[in-house]
Protein backbone atom coordinates (compact mmCIF):
# COMPACT_ATOMS: atom_id res chain seq x y z
CA UNK A 1 0.00 0.00 0.00
CA UNK A 2 2.93 2.66 0.59
CA UNK A 3 4.64 1.43 -2.81
CA UNK A 4 1.46 2.07 -4.27
CA UNK A 5 0.64 5.94 -2.55
CA UNK A 6 4.46 6.49 -3.33
CA UNK A 7 4.18 5.89 -7.27
CA UNK A 8 0.81 7.78 -7.10
CA UNK A 9 2.33 10.99 -5.66
CA UNK A 10 5.12 10.40 -7.92
CA UNK A 11 3.15 10.13 -10.65
CA UNK A 12 0.63 13.51 -10.13
CA UNK A 13 3.97 14.97 -9.21
CA UNK A 14 5.60 14.03 -12.82
CA UNK A 15 2.09 15.08 -14.52
CA UNK A 16 2.27 18.16 -13.21
CA UNK A 17 5.97 19.44 -13.87
CA UNK A 18 5.06 17.93 -16.99
CA UNK A 19 1.66 20.19 -17.40
CA UNK A 20 4.23 23.19 -15.86
CA UNK A 21 6.57 22.36 -18.56
CA UNK A 22 4.35 22.34 -21.32
CA UNK A 23 2.57 26.09 -20.39
CA UNK A 24 5.99 27.36 -19.98
CA UNK A 25 6.70 26.12 -22.94
CA UNK A 26 4.01 27.67 -24.55
CA UNK A 27 4.36 31.02 -23.22
CA UNK A 28 8.41 31.06 -24.07
CA UNK A 29 7.04 30.18 -27.59
CA UNK A 30 3.90 32.49 -27.29
CA UNK A 31 6.41 35.52 -26.97
CA UNK A 32 9.45 33.84 -29.65
CA UNK A 33 7.52 32.86 -32.15
CA UNK A 34 4.28 35.26 -32.73
CA UNK A 35 1.22 35.53 -34.67
CA UNK A 36 -0.19 38.45 -36.29
CA UNK A 37 -3.83 37.69 -37.47
CA UNK A 38 -5.50 40.86 -39.65
CA UNK A 39 -5.26 41.14 -43.32
CA UNK A 40 -2.45 42.00 -46.53
CA UNK A 41 -2.20 45.33 -46.27
CA UNK A 42 -0.73 46.29 -50.24
CA UNK A 43 0.50 49.35 -51.36
CA UNK A 44 1.65 50.52 -54.91
CA UNK A 45 4.53 53.00 -56.13
CA UNK A 46 4.81 53.22 -59.61
CA UNK A 47 7.06 55.86 -60.64
CA UNK A 48 9.78 58.31 -58.96
CA UNK A 49 11.15 58.55 -55.08
CA UNK A 50 9.64 61.79 -53.52
CA UNK A 51 7.85 63.25 -50.59
CA UNK A 52 4.83 62.15 -51.79
CA UNK A 53 5.49 58.18 -51.95
CA UNK A 54 7.05 58.66 -49.03
CA UNK A 55 3.91 59.95 -47.55
CA UNK A 56 1.77 57.22 -48.91
CA UNK A 57 4.07 54.37 -47.08
CA UNK A 58 3.55 56.49 -44.24
CA UNK A 59 -0.08 56.57 -44.36
CA UNK A 60 -0.17 53.22 -46.00
CA UNK A 61 1.85 51.46 -42.75
CA UNK A 62 -0.13 53.34 -40.56
CA UNK A 63 -3.05 52.02 -41.89
CA UNK A 64 -1.33 48.57 -41.24
CA UNK A 65 -0.67 49.08 -38.12
CA UNK A 66 -4.25 50.05 -37.51
CA UNK A 67 -5.98 47.05 -38.82
CA UNK A 68 -3.74 44.74 -36.98
CA UNK A 69 -2.58 43.42 -40.40
CA UNK A 70 -0.79 40.39 -40.87
CA UNK A 71 1.62 41.23 -43.78
CA UNK A 72 2.46 44.61 -45.46
CA UNK A 73 3.03 44.42 -49.45
CA UNK A 74 4.99 47.32 -51.01
CA UNK A 75 4.99 46.88 -54.52
CA UNK A 76 7.34 48.43 -56.28
CA UNK A 77 8.71 50.11 -59.73
CA UNK A 78 11.17 52.79 -59.98
CA UNK A 79 14.07 54.47 -61.65
CA UNK A 80 15.04 56.48 -58.42
CA UNK A 81 14.37 59.50 -56.99
CA UNK A 82 15.17 62.15 -53.79
CA UNK A 83 17.49 61.11 -51.20
CA UNK A 84 16.03 62.57 -48.72
CA UNK A 85 12.39 60.58 -49.30
CA UNK A 86 15.10 57.56 -49.78
CA UNK A 87 16.15 57.32 -46.56
CA UNK A 88 12.92 58.59 -45.08
CA UNK A 89 11.29 55.01 -46.58
CA UNK A 90 14.50 52.90 -45.58
CA UNK A 91 13.98 54.24 -41.92
CA UNK A 92 9.82 53.69 -42.16
CA UNK A 93 10.17 49.79 -43.20
CA UNK A 94 13.34 48.51 -40.85
CA UNK A 95 11.13 50.50 -37.74
CA UNK A 96 8.06 48.67 -38.82
CA UNK A 97 6.08 46.59 -36.44
CA UNK A 98 4.34 44.82 -39.18
CA UNK A 99 6.13 42.33 -41.59
CA UNK A 100 7.28 44.12 -44.83
CA UNK A 101 7.68 42.74 -48.50
CA UNK A 102 9.16 44.92 -50.99
CA UNK A 103 7.76 43.29 -54.09
CA UNK A 104 9.66 44.42 -57.54
CA UNK A 105 6.51 44.57 -60.24
CA UNK A 106 5.81 43.77 -63.09
CA UNK A 107 8.09 42.35 -65.58
CA UNK A 108 9.99 44.92 -67.33
CA UNK A 109 10.06 46.99 -64.34
CA UNK A 110 12.78 47.48 -61.56
CA UNK A 111 14.66 48.46 -58.65
CA UNK A 112 16.68 50.91 -59.96
CA UNK A 113 19.03 53.70 -58.06
CA UNK A 114 17.35 54.61 -54.65
CA UNK A 115 15.13 51.69 -55.29
CA UNK A 116 17.83 48.82 -54.35
CA UNK A 117 17.83 50.67 -50.41
CA UNK A 118 13.94 50.40 -50.59
CA UNK A 119 14.23 46.58 -51.88
CA UNK A 120 16.87 45.58 -49.36
CA UNK A 121 14.85 46.90 -46.56
CA UNK A 122 12.01 45.20 -46.10
CA UNK A 123 11.91 42.12 -44.12
CA UNK A 124 11.41 39.89 -47.15
CA UNK A 125 12.46 40.86 -50.68
CA UNK A 126 10.90 39.35 -53.95
CA UNK A 127 11.16 40.45 -57.47
CA UNK A 128 8.94 39.19 -61.15
CA UNK A 129 10.61 37.64 -63.51
CA UNK A 130 11.75 39.78 -65.64
CA UNK A 131 12.63 42.45 -63.69
CA UNK A 132 15.93 44.32 -62.66
CA UNK A 133 17.91 45.58 -59.20
CA UNK A 134 20.75 47.78 -59.55
CA UNK A 135 22.27 50.63 -60.76
CA UNK A 136 22.50 52.44 -56.92
CA UNK A 137 25.78 54.29 -58.00
CA UNK A 138 24.64 58.57 -57.05
CA UNK A 139 24.00 60.15 -59.95
CA UNK A 140 22.88 63.95 -60.40
CA UNK A 141 19.28 64.82 -61.21
CA UNK A 142 20.89 66.36 -64.78
CA UNK A 143 22.34 62.69 -65.13
CA UNK A 144 25.70 64.05 -65.40
CA UNK A 145 28.62 62.91 -63.15
CA UNK A 146 29.05 65.12 -59.60
CA UNK A 147 32.12 67.40 -58.54
CA UNK A 148 34.63 64.61 -57.49
CA UNK A 149 34.46 65.76 -53.80
CA UNK A 150 30.37 66.00 -53.39
CA UNK A 151 29.97 62.51 -55.41
CA UNK A 152 32.83 61.12 -52.94
CA UNK A 153 31.16 61.99 -49.52
CA UNK A 154 27.59 60.58 -51.52
CA UNK A 155 29.15 57.27 -52.70
CA UNK A 156 30.70 56.69 -48.99
CA UNK A 157 27.69 57.32 -47.15
CA UNK A 158 25.50 55.14 -50.00
CA UNK A 159 27.97 52.37 -49.78
CA UNK A 160 27.35 52.40 -45.94
CA UNK A 161 23.80 52.71 -45.92
CA UNK A 162 23.46 49.68 -48.54
CA UNK A 163 25.34 47.59 -46.29
CA UNK A 164 24.25 48.40 -43.09
CA UNK A 165 20.62 47.51 -44.33
CA UNK A 166 21.52 44.21 -46.40
CA UNK A 167 23.91 43.22 -42.76
CA UNK A 168 20.37 43.75 -40.86
CA UNK A 169 18.07 41.82 -43.65
CA UNK A 170 20.43 38.94 -44.20
CA UNK A 171 21.22 40.08 -47.79
CA UNK A 172 24.46 39.87 -49.77
CA UNK A 173 26.92 42.93 -48.72
CA UNK A 174 29.32 42.56 -50.92
CA UNK A 175 26.50 43.06 -53.94
CA UNK A 176 24.99 45.96 -52.04
CA UNK A 177 28.17 47.85 -51.77
CA UNK A 178 28.96 47.37 -55.72
CA UNK A 179 25.43 48.37 -56.78
CA UNK A 180 26.77 51.63 -55.33
CA UNK A 181 30.06 52.24 -56.05
CA UNK A 182 30.31 50.32 -59.47
CA UNK A 183 26.57 50.66 -60.76
CA UNK A 184 25.99 47.08 -60.97
CA UNK A 185 23.14 45.66 -62.05
CA UNK A 186 21.88 42.59 -62.18
CA UNK A 187 18.49 40.43 -63.18
CA UNK A 188 15.94 38.54 -60.96
CA UNK A 189 17.77 35.44 -61.39
CA UNK A 190 21.04 36.71 -60.07
CA UNK A 191 19.89 38.40 -57.34
CA UNK A 192 17.95 35.13 -56.44
CA UNK A 193 21.61 33.17 -56.64
CA UNK A 194 23.41 36.11 -55.19
CA UNK A 195 21.21 36.02 -52.17
CA UNK A 196 19.95 40.03 -53.04
CA UNK A 197 16.42 38.94 -52.78
CA UNK A 198 14.51 36.17 -50.91
CA UNK A 199 13.03 34.71 -53.70
CA UNK A 200 11.20 35.21 -56.99
CA UNK A 201 7.67 35.01 -57.76
CA UNK A 202 5.12 35.80 -60.89
CA UNK A 203 2.15 37.16 -58.62
CA UNK A 204 0.62 38.42 -55.69
CA UNK A 205 -1.00 34.90 -55.23
CA UNK A 206 2.50 32.96 -55.72
CA UNK A 207 4.64 35.00 -53.31
CA UNK A 208 1.86 34.98 -50.52
CA UNK A 209 2.16 31.02 -51.08
CA UNK A 210 5.64 30.78 -51.14
CA UNK A 211 6.04 32.78 -47.99
CA UNK A 212 3.61 30.63 -45.73
CA UNK A 213 5.76 29.00 -42.54
CA UNK A 214 8.45 31.45 -43.13
CA UNK A 215 9.27 33.51 -40.03
CA UNK A 216 11.21 37.45 -39.81
CA UNK A 217 12.46 39.10 -36.95
CA UNK A 218 10.45 42.02 -35.74
CA UNK A 219 12.20 43.89 -33.07
CA UNK A 220 13.98 41.01 -31.90
CA UNK A 221 10.79 39.19 -32.29
CA UNK A 222 10.53 36.16 -34.28
CA UNK A 223 7.37 36.03 -36.38
CA UNK A 224 5.83 32.95 -38.27
CA UNK A 225 4.37 33.96 -41.36
CA UNK A 226 1.39 31.50 -41.43
CA UNK A 227 -1.91 32.03 -42.82
CA UNK A 228 -1.32 34.51 -45.15
CA UNK A 229 -2.07 33.13 -48.46
CA UNK A 230 -5.97 32.87 -47.09
CA UNK A 231 -5.91 36.09 -45.48
CA UNK A 232 -8.45 39.04 -46.76
CA UNK A 233 -6.25 41.40 -48.90
CA UNK A 234 -7.07 45.19 -48.80
CA UNK A 235 -5.36 47.90 -50.88
CA UNK A 236 -4.53 51.30 -50.24
CA UNK A 237 -4.74 53.47 -52.98
CA UNK A 238 -2.49 56.64 -53.02
CA UNK A 239 -4.80 59.80 -51.63
CA UNK A 240 -5.49 63.03 -53.89
CA UNK A 241 -3.42 64.81 -52.43
CA UNK A 242 -0.69 62.30 -52.65
CA UNK A 243 -1.39 62.29 -56.35
CA UNK A 244 -1.05 65.92 -56.72
CA UNK A 245 2.27 66.32 -54.81
CA UNK A 246 3.45 63.51 -57.18
CA UNK A 247 2.81 65.00 -60.02
CA UNK A 248 3.93 67.97 -58.54
CA UNK A 249 7.44 66.32 -57.55
CA UNK A 250 8.69 66.10 -61.40
CA UNK A 251 10.84 68.71 -61.95
CA UNK A 252 9.86 69.46 -65.35
CA UNK A 253 6.80 70.12 -64.60
CA UNK A 254 7.04 72.46 -61.06
CA UNK A 255 9.36 74.83 -63.45
CA UNK A 256 6.50 74.72 -66.50
CA UNK A 257 4.17 76.11 -63.48
CA UNK A 258 6.46 78.62 -62.44
CA UNK A 259 6.80 79.62 -65.94
CA UNK A 260 3.40 79.69 -67.07
CA UNK A 261 2.63 81.99 -63.43
CA UNK A 262 5.26 84.67 -64.53
CA UNK A 263 3.41 84.53 -68.06
CA UNK A 264 -0.11 85.02 -66.57
CA UNK A 265 0.77 87.21 -63.93
CA UNK A 266 3.08 89.37 -66.23
CA UNK A 267 0.27 89.45 -68.87
CA UNK A 268 -2.48 90.62 -66.04
CA UNK A 269 0.15 93.17 -64.88
CA UNK A 270 0.79 94.86 -68.01
CA UNK A 271 -3.20 94.18 -69.53
CA UNK A 272 -5.24 94.91 -65.74
CA UNK A 273 -8.75 93.59 -65.98
CA UNK A 274 -7.86 90.60 -68.63
CA UNK A 275 -8.56 88.19 -65.41
CA UNK A 276 -8.02 84.95 -67.64
CA UNK A 277 -4.17 85.07 -67.91
CA UNK A 278 -4.31 86.00 -64.12
CA UNK A 279 -5.86 83.72 -62.54
CA UNK A 280 -4.40 80.99 -64.48
CA UNK A 281 -0.85 82.62 -63.40
CA UNK A 282 -2.33 82.98 -59.38
CA UNK A 283 -2.96 79.48 -59.92
CA UNK A 284 0.20 78.11 -61.58
CA UNK A 285 2.07 80.12 -58.35
CA UNK A 286 -0.18 78.70 -55.99
CA UNK A 287 1.01 74.85 -57.50
CA UNK A 288 4.83 76.19 -57.93
CA UNK A 289 5.44 77.23 -54.90
CA UNK A 290 3.82 73.94 -53.06
CA UNK A 291 6.08 72.14 -55.54
CA UNK A 292 8.94 74.32 -53.72
CA UNK A 293 8.45 72.79 -50.99
CA UNK A 294 8.80 68.92 -52.28
CA UNK A 295 11.84 69.68 -54.56
CA UNK A 296 15.59 70.53 -53.01
CA UNK A 297 15.56 74.35 -54.63
CA UNK A 298 18.87 75.37 -55.42
CA UNK A 299 18.59 79.71 -54.15
CA UNK A 300 21.56 80.38 -56.92
CA UNK A 301 18.33 79.42 -59.59
CA UNK A 302 15.75 81.20 -57.43
CA UNK A 303 18.12 84.64 -57.47
CA UNK A 304 18.53 84.58 -61.66
CA UNK A 305 14.31 84.36 -61.51
CA UNK A 306 14.36 87.23 -59.95
CA UNK A 307 16.83 89.01 -61.82
CA UNK A 308 14.76 88.05 -64.87
CA UNK A 309 12.03 90.19 -63.58
CA UNK A 310 14.05 92.67 -62.34
CA UNK A 311 15.76 93.33 -66.36
CA UNK A 312 12.16 92.92 -66.96
CA UNK A 313 10.98 96.20 -65.31
CA UNK A 314 13.71 98.38 -65.97
CA UNK A 315 13.24 97.47 -69.63
CA UNK A 316 9.37 98.61 -69.69
CA UNK A 317 10.34 101.68 -67.39
CA UNK A 318 13.34 102.83 -69.51
CA UNK A 319 13.83 101.16 -73.04
CA UNK A 320 17.16 100.29 -73.72
CA UNK A 321 16.87 99.11 -77.59
CA UNK A 322 16.29 95.37 -75.52
CA UNK A 323 19.80 95.17 -73.80
CA UNK A 324 18.02 94.48 -70.21
CA UNK A 325 14.60 92.71 -72.02
CA UNK A 326 17.74 90.58 -73.91
CA UNK A 327 19.66 90.20 -70.36
CA UNK A 328 15.79 88.95 -68.66
CA UNK A 329 15.25 86.54 -71.11
CA UNK A 330 18.83 84.78 -70.60
CA UNK A 331 18.63 85.21 -66.45
CA UNK A 332 15.08 82.98 -67.05
CA UNK A 333 16.57 80.67 -69.24
CA UNK A 334 19.44 79.54 -66.56
CA UNK A 335 17.08 80.37 -63.23
CA UNK A 336 14.29 77.83 -64.72
CA UNK A 337 17.24 75.35 -65.41
CA UNK A 338 18.95 75.14 -62.18
CA UNK A 339 16.19 76.28 -59.82
CA UNK A 340 16.16 72.24 -59.11
CA UNK A 341 19.15 71.16 -56.68
CA UNK A 342 19.96 68.40 -58.80
CA UNK A 343 22.78 67.12 -56.46
CA UNK A 344 19.62 65.97 -54.00
CA UNK A 345 18.72 63.51 -56.69
CA UNK A 346 19.22 60.17 -57.05
CA UNK A 347 18.71 59.04 -60.06
CA UNK A 348 19.32 57.04 -63.03
CA UNK A 349 15.91 58.26 -65.65
CA UNK A 350 12.97 59.66 -64.93
CA UNK A 351 13.74 62.28 -62.75
CA UNK A 352 15.76 64.47 -64.74
CA UNK A 353 15.59 68.54 -65.69
CA UNK A 354 15.27 68.59 -69.50
CA UNK A 355 17.62 71.46 -70.21
CA UNK A 356 16.07 71.71 -73.79
CA UNK A 357 12.84 71.33 -73.08
CA UNK A 358 13.02 74.45 -70.17
CA UNK A 359 15.35 76.30 -71.66
CA UNK A 360 12.98 76.83 -75.22
CA UNK A 361 9.96 77.51 -73.36
CA UNK A 362 11.89 79.65 -70.51
CA UNK A 363 12.93 81.55 -73.80
CA UNK A 364 9.65 82.02 -75.25
CA UNK A 365 7.77 82.80 -72.06
CA UNK A 366 10.53 85.49 -72.03
CA UNK A 367 9.98 86.46 -75.43
CA UNK A 368 6.28 86.46 -74.70
CA UNK A 369 6.33 88.86 -71.77
CA UNK A 370 9.08 91.20 -73.44
CA UNK A 371 7.03 92.00 -76.80
CA UNK A 372 3.50 92.04 -74.76
CA UNK A 373 5.42 95.12 -72.34
CA UNK A 374 6.93 96.66 -75.19
CA UNK A 375 3.23 96.46 -77.02
CA UNK A 376 1.49 97.88 -73.94
CA UNK A 377 4.20 100.63 -73.59
CA UNK A 378 3.92 101.45 -77.08
CA UNK A 379 0.51 101.84 -77.38
CA UNK A 380 0.07 104.42 -73.80
CA UNK A 381 2.35 106.47 -76.11
CA UNK A 382 -0.13 106.55 -78.78
CA UNK A 383 -2.15 109.62 -78.96
CA UNK A 384 -5.52 109.28 -77.71
CA UNK A 385 -8.12 109.13 -80.57
CA UNK A 386 -11.33 108.70 -78.99
CA UNK A 387 -13.97 110.37 -76.96
CA UNK A 388 -13.28 113.74 -75.83
CA UNK A 389 -9.51 113.60 -75.26
CA UNK A 390 -9.42 111.92 -79.05
CA UNK A 391 -10.87 115.09 -80.29
CA UNK A 392 -7.42 117.55 -79.81
CA UNK A 393 -6.02 118.18 -83.34
CA UNK A 394 -8.94 117.09 -85.46
CA UNK A 395 -10.55 119.64 -88.37
CA UNK A 396 -13.87 120.91 -88.31
CA UNK A 397 -15.89 123.24 -90.13
CA UNK A 398 -17.85 126.42 -88.57
CA UNK A 399 -21.17 125.97 -88.85
CA UNK A 400 -22.27 129.22 -87.09
CA UNK A 401 -20.31 132.58 -86.71
CA UNK A 402 -18.67 133.08 -83.58
CA UNK A 403 -20.10 135.81 -81.63
CA UNK A 404 -18.94 137.18 -78.09
CA UNK A 405 -21.14 136.00 -75.01
CA UNK A 406 -21.23 137.99 -71.35
CA UNK A 407 -17.66 137.17 -70.38
CA UNK A 408 -15.74 138.38 -73.45
CA UNK A 409 -15.59 135.03 -75.16
CA UNK A 410 -16.66 134.61 -79.19
CA UNK A 411 -18.95 131.53 -79.23
CA UNK A 412 -20.06 129.32 -81.89
CA UNK A 413 -20.75 126.28 -83.63
CA UNK A 414 -18.39 123.59 -85.45
CA UNK A 415 -18.98 120.27 -87.29
CA UNK A 416 -15.83 117.81 -86.26
CA UNK A 417 -16.13 114.00 -86.24
CA UNK A 418 -20.13 114.32 -87.43
CA UNK A 419 -21.10 115.43 -84.29
CA UNK A 420 -22.40 119.54 -83.84
CA UNK A 421 -20.16 120.93 -81.25
CA UNK A 422 -19.89 124.07 -78.98
CA UNK A 423 -16.70 126.04 -79.39
CA UNK A 424 -14.86 129.13 -78.32
CA UNK A 425 -12.32 130.76 -80.52
CA UNK A 426 -8.80 130.68 -79.45
CA UNK A 427 -7.84 134.54 -78.37
CA UNK A 428 -4.99 134.68 -80.27
CA UNK A 429 -6.91 133.47 -83.39
CA UNK A 430 -8.45 135.93 -86.13
CA UNK A 431 -11.84 136.34 -87.04
CA UNK A 432 -13.39 133.74 -88.66
CA UNK A 433 -16.79 133.01 -91.01
CA UNK A 434 -19.10 130.62 -91.10
CA UNK A 435 -17.71 127.55 -93.78
CA UNK A 436 -14.20 128.17 -92.56
CA UNK A 437 -11.67 125.67 -91.52
CA UNK A 438 -10.61 125.12 -87.91
CA UNK A 439 -8.50 122.94 -86.09
CA UNK A 440 -9.36 121.81 -81.85
CA UNK A 441 -6.38 122.96 -79.72
CA UNK A 442 -8.20 121.82 -76.51
CA UNK A 443 -11.08 120.95 -74.55
CA UNK A 444 -12.72 122.69 -71.69
CA UNK A 445 -14.28 120.05 -69.52
CA UNK A 446 -16.13 122.17 -67.45
CA UNK A 447 -18.34 123.29 -70.15
CA UNK A 448 -18.06 120.49 -72.67
CA UNK A 449 -16.92 122.82 -75.18
CA UNK A 450 -13.82 122.95 -77.95
CA UNK A 451 -11.35 125.23 -77.76
CA UNK A 452 -10.61 126.04 -81.79
CA UNK A 453 -8.08 128.11 -83.47
CA UNK A 454 -7.76 129.19 -87.15
CA UNK A 455 -4.45 127.05 -87.93
CA UNK A 456 -4.08 126.33 -91.38
CA UNK A 457 -4.78 122.45 -92.08
CA UNK A 458 -2.16 120.76 -94.71
CA UNK A 459 -3.91 117.63 -95.20
CA UNK A 460 -7.26 118.42 -96.36
CA UNK A 461 -8.48 114.46 -96.00
CA UNK A 462 -9.13 115.42 -92.20
CA UNK A 463 -11.28 118.18 -92.53
CA UNK A 464 -14.55 117.46 -91.39
Not at 66 to 90: H, Y
Not at 291 to 297: F, H, K
Not at 424 to 445: Q, R
Not at 457 to 462: A, C, G, I, K, L
Request: a neutral charge.
Amino acid sequence: MKNFSHDTRSYRTWLLGLLCSSLLGMFTCGLALAQISGSVVIARIDGTINPATDDYLRTSLQKAHEEKARLFVLFMNTPGGLLPSMQSMVSRLLESDIPSVVYVHPSGGGAISAGVFITLAGNISVMAPGTSIGAAHPVSGDGQEMTADVRAKLENFAATLAKSIAERRGKNVEWAEKAVRESVAITANEAQEKGVIDFIAPDLDNLLAQLESRTVSIKGNTIALTGVKDSPRREFPMSFKQIIINILADPNIAILLGLAAMLGLGLEFYHPGALFPGIIGAVCLILSLTSVQVLPINYGGIALLVLSVVFFVVEMTMPTFGIWGFAGIISLILGSIYVVDTDMVWSVEGFQVNYLLIGSIAGFVGLAILAVGMLVIKDRKRPVFTGREGMVGKVGTVRSAFVENSIGEKEGKIFVSGEIWSAVLDAKSAAIAVGDKVVVNAVDDTELKLVVGTKPVRDSSFVA
